[in-house]
């Protein structure tokens, strides 16, 4: 379970790196400007897969916990 938790952590990280370094905000505060075609629904896209895979542990704990019959 804990290298599970790992391994999502390092591929989170690295996902995250182009996600803030594609931020307008990051982007205005070091001082450059890197724009392309879609950039924005690219960034949509790698947050999705950063919430969902890096989340989806505690997702399935939330979910479980809120479907009846699975109190403890």
């Known amino acids: 379970m804990i290298a599970d938790f790992l391994r999502r952590f390092w591929v989170c990280l690295l996902l ?16 450059y400007h890197l724009d392309f075609p879609y950039r924005e629904p ?12 890096g989340g989806w542990p505690f997702l399935q704990g939330t979910w ?6 699975n109190r403890e």
């Open 16 to 31: 995250s790196v182009p996600v803030v370094a594609l931020s307008m905000m990051f982007q205005e505060l070091v001082g």
């Open 42 to 53: 690219v960034v949509v896209v790698l947050a999705t897969i950063i919430y969902l895979y």
């Open 64 to 69: 479980a916990s809120c479907v009846p019959g």
